[in-house]
Nanobody
Framework: QLQLVESGGGWVQPGGSLRLSCAVSGATLDYYAIGWFRQAPGKEYEEVSCISSSGDSTTYGDSVKGRFTGSRDSANNTAYLQMNSLKPEDTAIYYC????????????????WGQGTQVTVSS
């Protein structure tokens, strides 16, 4: 049974950086597309990044392009989301997801979700 565990969230001032980690257990990361979603209070889920199983394709939401970078490390079976130039509107719970399809399809439901990690950006 695949399990995802996020870490690395916390509080940061505007303009700061955080790196989120998504540790995968029970399966090999290489076979899954990894997506990062976030949900701010009172708002819908928003996909901020997705990286295909091959690593050849990475997509980003318009609100984070140029600031966030998704990556994956097969040796450690872990995916990452590097977040730079953080803004107060980035405050949300961030979730990593895994899809055995291996491709990043925006409308496709993601079968596996982590428990989430809180990111708070404020001065």
């Amino acid at each position: 049974q695949l399990q995802l565990v996020e870490s690395g969230g916390g509080w940061v001032q505007p303009g700061g950086s955080l790196r989120l980690s998504c540790a995968v257990s029970g399966a090999t990361l290489d076979y899954y597309a990894i997506g990062w979603f976030r949900q701010a209070p009172g708002k819908e889920y928003e996909e901020v990044s997705c990286i295909s199983s091959s690593g050849d394709s990475t997509t980003y939401g318009d609100s984070v392009k140029g600031r966030f970078t998704g990556s994956r490390d097969s040796a450690n079976n872990t995916a990452y989301l590097q977040m730079n130039s953080l803004k107060p509107e980035d405050t949300a719970i961030y979730y990593c997801t895994a899809d055995p399809l291996g491709l990043c399809k925006p409308s496709r439901p993601r079968p596996y979700w982590g428990q989430g990690t809180q990111v708070t950006v404020s001065s």
